[in-house]
Each structure stands twice: as structure tokens, then as C-alpha cells.
């Protein structure tokens, strides 16, 4: 069951060829946990520049580290920040922002939306690379894993806007079943404290304040808010981790 919803998680959240049968979906969507478990294999991926740091100047690390985010997890989740940016530009009620939100066209608020993380973004990998290396990849690991654990938050402590995505995924789930989602997250927060334990409670941060606000606004959780919480969990993870270590320090727990 395990190996179908990370299989299923992957499906999703990845580019990778794998899990886009019907039964990893359906196993997926019943199992919270999967996100976290998901982002250790993204973050892993993503985290494979920093691994030359003390080689490459920090930008080139940075850029490639950019290159594998996108190629990685591709467009799904940006393109929910877009809509979400739209929404944003909008003052109406709920169902006037949502309909916004299904419009193909893109406006001022998507462009802001996603330009102003893309740049958050390229700025926290490259101050990644003034980590020690064996730090720089745990941070890394720990913001993918932060991202995805904020998007089972969602699924877990959410209400749903509408039917569709985020119908799906909250449907059965509740706070049982995100306390292992948390469970699977934490051990990643141990690695490298207080950076990456920073870097999980940062992502859990823009987890509740978009639920807030998509309650707010939207009257719940739709497809759209995952992805756009995803992309902002990461860029606040990646942060925060760097600033908890300049500032506080810590150790390097690892096997390696």
C-alpha cells in the first residue's frame, strides 16, 4: 500500500515515468503520507548540484539546482500559483475569484505570483551554496519535504471549495492521518538541527496561512491552492533553513 501511494505521489508531483495507473492514484490520494515521502526522492534529485559546490561557483550550483526543480516537478504546481496570483488581483466573492482562477488567460496577478517566487526561489538555492556541503543537501531534501508536507496539511486539515482535485484528496483524510504525514517529515528535521527543522516548520507556516486564506477567499482548498502551496512552501523551507543556520548555527547528524 505504501510503495502503490508513493508510486501514486510521485505520479503526481513528478515528471518521473511512474505511478499513472489507476490503483498508485487511488492509494495516493488515501495516504497523506506519501507526500512527504514523495519529497525525499524529489529533494534528492534537486539536491544532487550541491554535491559540487566546493568545485562550481555558487551560481552555476544554483542554476542547475533550478534546472532540476523544473525538469523535476514541471509546471503543474507554478501553474497553480498562477491562478492563484489571478485570484488574488480579484475583489468578489468566492465564486467570482474561482471562475478567475479557471480562466486560460494569464494576468498581472499570475505574473507577479510567479515571477516574485522564481526569484525567491533562485536566490535561496544560491544561498544554499554558502552551506557546507553535507548541510546545503539536507537543506535542500528538507525543503521539498516541507513543500510536500504542507500540501498534507491540506489534504488532511483542509475544506474543500469545489469538486475536483482538492475534493478528491481531502475526502476520508483528517488530522490522524496528518500526523503521519508528519511522522514521515520529521526524521529529515533531525538531520541538520536547527536549519532543516527551521525549514519544516516554515513550510507548515505558509501551510496554515494559505488554508486561512483560501478559506477566506476562495471558501476552501481547490487543486490550484495545492500547487500554489507547494511552490511557496519551498521558497519559505529553503529560507528559512539558510537564516537558521547563519544565525544559530548547529550540528550534522548523517551516515555519510
Known amino acids: 500500500m505504501v510503495l502503490s501511494a508513493l508510486r501514486g505521489a510521485l505520479g503526481f508531483l513528478s515528471q518521473l515515468p511512474i505511478g499513472h495507473d489507476e490503483d498508485a492514484w487511488a492509494a495516493f490520494t488515501a495516504t497523506p503520507a506519501a507526500f512527504p515521502l514523495a519529497g525525499y526522492v524529489v529533494g534528492g534529485l534537486v539536491a544532487i548540484p550541491f554535491l559540487a559546490t566546493s568545485h562550481l561557483p555558487g551560481a552555476v550550483v544554483a542554476a542547475a539546482a533550478l534546472a532540476l526543480v523544473v525538469w523535476v516537478t514541471g509546471v503543474n504546481h507554478a501553474d497553480g500559483l498562477a491562478d492563484l496570483g489571478d485570484a488574488t488581483a480579484v475583489h468578489g466573492a468566492p465564486a467570482e475569484r474561482r471562475e478567475v ?6 494576468g498581472v496577478g499570475a505574473v507577479l505570483a510567479l515571477g516574485s517566487v522564481l526569484v525567491a526561489l533562485a536566490l535561496g538555492l544560491l544561498a544554499v551554496t554558502t552551506l557546507p556541503v553535507r548541510v546545503a543537501v539536507a537543506a535542500v531534501v528538507a525543503s521539498e519535504v516541507g513543500a510536500k508536507l504542507a500540501m498534507a496539511t491540506l489534504a488532511c486539515l483542509g475544506e474543500p471549495s469545489h469538486e475536483g482535485f482538492g475534493a478528491t484528496m481531502l475526502e476520508g483524510n483528517g ?7 508528519l511522522a514521515v517529515a520529521l526524521p529529515i528535521a533531525a538531520v ?3 536549519a532543516t527543522a527551521v525549514a519544516l516548520v516554515a513550510a507548515l507556516v505558509v ?4 488554508r486561512r486564506w483560501a478559506r477566506q477567499t476562495l471558501d476552501g482548498v481547490g487543486g490550484d491552492v495545492f500547487g500554489a502551496t507547494n511552490e511557496l512552501a519551498r521558497v519559505a523551507a529553503l529560507h528559512g533553513a539558510v537564516a537558521a543556520w547563519h544565525l544559530l548555527g548547529g550540528s ?3 551516515l555519510w
Open 101 to 106: 482562477m479557471r480562466d486560460t488567460a494569464v
Open 175 to 181: 488530522p490522524a492521518d496528518w500526523l503521519g504525514a
Open 192 to 194: 541538520v538541527v536547527p
Open 207 to 210: 501551510a496554515l496561512l494559505v
Open 252 to 254: 550534522v547528524w548523517t
